[in-house]
């Protein structure tokens, strides 16, 4: 749970069976409910993400991650990651990742330009991937995989680019998404809960 002022956790709400059966929604909006409470939010998670690049995830993960733009934190860029149709791109720029959800199979698409606009870390592209819930961690683990795999020209030059950490608002500890992911990289995650209806203890 949240160390800070408000207790993040009481502004979740929880919606059992949807989008259909055998799923528990967790509903992250109410965070925006309030600009207080979207203040904790951004103010936790500029101090979580040290890379000056994240990759963000359609759609939720727009909505808390481009704000860390405007602080004085470390990041300076952001890559859009969108379902199939939603970005447009030049010839050879955009990327597909085969992911697999608990609705089914999916694919989502980021541009190679867009992680070339960004800042370079000791040679590097040093990217943050941030996203609002970290069930099995699957969606995260290969867009990651994709990111790694990687190799950007800015000004001429070949560059890696390298996933140095995960960052989520939620964390469903009893899905066990982080340790598949920190095989990757590092996880952090605000508020943490088990069986996606109670607090965790931890």
Same mark, same amino acid.
């Given at each position: ?122 040679? !590097? =592209?040093?990217?943050? #991937?941030? *996203?609002?819930?970290? @069930? ?5 683990? $290969?867009?990651?995989? %994709? +990111? ?18 995960? !960052? =989520?608002?939620?964390? #469903?500890? *009893?899905?066990?998404? @982080? ?5 990757? $990289?590092?996880?952090? %995650? +605000? ?12």
């Amino acid at each position: 749970m949240s160390n800070s002022g408000i207790n993040l956790v009481e502004k979740l709400k929880f919606y059992k069976g949807f989008p259909k059966e055998g799923i528990n929604f967790i509903d992250i909006m109410p965070l925006m409910s309030s600009k207080e409470v979207f203040s904790q939010v951004i103010s936790e998670l500029d101090a979580a993400v040290h890379c000056p690049t994240l990759a963000l995830p359609e759609a939720r993960g727009f909505l808390f991650g481009a704000p860390l733009l405007l602080t004085d934190g470390a990041v300076t860029n952001i890559i859009p990651v969108r379902k199939s149709g939603k970005l447009p791109y030049a010839g050879g720029d955009l990327t597909g990742v085969e992911i697999m959800k608990e609705y089914g199979a999916d694919k989502i698409f980021y541009r190679d330009s867009d992680i070339a606009a960004g800042r370079l870390t000791d040679g !590097v =592209f040093e990217i943050a #991937i941030l *996203d609002d819930i970290l @069930a099995t961690g699957g969606t995260a683990e $290969a867009l990651a995989l %994709s +990111l790694n795999g990687k190799t950007i020209v800015k000004d001429g030059i070949p560059r890696k680019v390298v996933v140095k950490q995960f !960052v =989520f608002l939620v964390e #469903i500890d *009893d899905l066990h998404g @982080a340790s598949r992911l920190e095989k990757i $990289a590092p996880v952090t %995650s +605000l508020i943490h809960l088990n069986d996606c209806i109670r607090p965790s203890l931890a």
